[in-house]
């Protein structure tokens, strides 16, 4: 590490501390995205891949491995199937997004688009699978079947509980798990099962994993209301697009009749006018609900944190307990 | 089997055969479908899985444990999981095929359409691949690794390959072996891995499923050319989407000027009119293609039962061979 250590972000002095293993993990993301047959593939795929990302999950699973003593080879395998998943899942995302951004619109090239993400992203998801079977670790590919379980699951939930008022702080938890927390929590834990190490470090790389994305998900939902200088997102996208996330759903559950009916006309009917996000705005202020999301992104970054306590004293355990505290950072 | 096996076709001998065996997937399938946290999953999957198509595809992982003489469980699994991914790419197909359908025309529902088939296929896709890892089979997950990447490939070769009149027969091979015989010869092959039979035996049933699958899609698009009662397809749709199949390939390939010309306005520019059906049908008639792909059909079907003959002597490679035969029998 350089001596402007204090400078850098901890996903920074991650990707330091594992350049080497993170540009074997590019190599193999390179030679796997090639297709023989369909050149389209490594089209799609590179804007994506290699458009130069954190790479955080795929950096987890090399973090995890080392800080474990792993000397094998597979950690990089597996670290390419997780940034293989991601990708898919954004690729699959897209086709999901974008059909509710274009309801009444419709663009000559987005169909092409549809269809391709949806292909490459499987295509992507085969390749993913190949490099797991690879690893030869059944273990490793029941936590990788299970969290794309998980993933896919929470994404469908996502779907069903869209603009839907009865959407609970349980099932908002359940759709980060899946969306965020799922990937996080198994990128983690296969790190440490390829290095062997014993069940209550397994568990501990689990639970920082998860608490992390729940926390990680949290943080950009709050900053959708708080607004911020760095996400490219407007404030209030998620209110125009009918999304219930914490702040809301916190505040649908404590609304009086008045505010009641405005949440039915804003999300659930999704009638918006002029002034209805700074009326929003107004509702969450009076509860108070964007200070209780805080609070509890800020808990589960401390989850992380103490989750990691059964795992060896390395320079890696260090980073990732900076790494819980910088995904709060904006909001602290 | 009853006295009047003579009335009844070959796949309904097998589900007879093999009717202990079929009822324990379908009951798998209706647990897994289940979903606790999503239940919109079983709503969109059902009526794909229930509608009691023939089930061909596990039905074979079924057929070839059973005639390698295995005994123990997880036939049943590899069945399920096979038809899981069939199910997955139908409904993954779904998106791709409707957005072609629907060019200049959206329909209100057709979004939530797409959405719902992407992720709940990408569901069914996980759930695919806990079943494989149930087996404990390393081989059998990389056989359906290798066949969900193969499948996957030819979706996106066949999406580049539309309305491009340079497609050879090679590529159209390479696409019908995505689209239909990767799953076909995947199917066989881990039905006698799972029994743990030679190599050589191996090597016969996956060659078997590949013959069969390709015979089986080149009379597909045979039919659209020839017509018939069973398909609830026109004569002409495959024309009209400008799809380009064997007997067009064929016919493509021999073209004079003025028959290129009509192929670059009706397939390549997709500038039909009333009338042009007519002249394509007479273009295939001139060159005889539709007896050359007809020819073709009936010696894939040939090399399926050829392929059998290393395997044990048994009633379902009988049933095996009759299938092959069955399913030229419609361009016999």
């Avoid at 991650?14 to 796997?32: K, P, S, Y």
């Avoid at 839907?164 to 349980?170: C, G, I, M, P, R």
């Avoid at 911020?228 to 998620?238: F, L």
């Avoid at 697009?241 to 009749?257: G, S």
Wanted: some cysteine.
């Amino acid at each position: 590490m350089s001596l402007d250590t204090a400078a850098t972000k901890p996903h920074e002095r991650l990707a330091t501390e594992l350049a080497t293993e993170m540009e074997a993990v590019n190599g193999l993301i390179r030679e796997r995205m090639a297709s023989e047959h369909a050149p389209r593939i490594p089209e799609v795929t590179a804007h994506l891949v290699e458009a130069g990302g954190k790479r955080l999950r795929p950096m987890m699973t090399l973090a995890a491995a080392k800080m474990c003593g792993y000397d094998g080879p597979y950690h990089v395998h597996l670290a390419a199937t997780v940034e293989f998943i991601h990708t898919a899942t954004l690729l699959h995302d897209d086709v999901v997004d974008e059909s509710s951004q274009r309801r009444g619109r419709p663009t000559a090239n987005l169909l092409w688009d549809n269809t391709s993400s949806v292909l490459v992203g499987d295509y992507l998801f085969a390749r993913s699978f190949q490099l797991m079977v690879e690893t030869g670790s059944l273990r490793v590919l029941d936590i990788l079947a299970n969290a794309s379980a998980t993933i896919a699951e929470g994404e469908v939930l996502q779907l069903t509980a869209a603009s839907n008022l009865a959407t609970t702080e349980a099932i908002y938890l359940q759709v980060v798990r899946g969306k965020t927390a799922a990937l996080f929590s198994a990128a983690m834990e296969v790190g440490g099962v390829i290095a062997g190490v014993s069940e209550d470090r397994v568990k501990a790389l689990y639970a920082y994993g998860d608490a992390l994305g729940v926390a990680f998900q949290i943080v950009d939902d709050l900053l959708d209301y708080r607004g911020t200088d760095a996400t490219g997102k407007n404030v209030g996208d998620d209110f125009r697009e009918r999304k219930l996330t914490l702040p809301v759903i916190k505040a649908v559950a404590m609304a009086d009749a008045e505010e009641r009916a405005f949440w039915e006309r804003t999300i659930a009917k999704g009638k918006q006018a002029s002034g209805d996000l700074e009326t929003a705005m107004a509702i969450l202020a009076r509860h108070d609900t964007l200070e209780a999301t805080r609070v509890e992104a800020l808990a589960w970054s401390e989850k992380a944190k103490a989750a990691l306590a059964p795992l060896p004293d390395h320079p890696i355990r260090s980073m990732l307990v900076e790494l819980a505290d910088y995904v709060v950072a904006r909001i602290s």
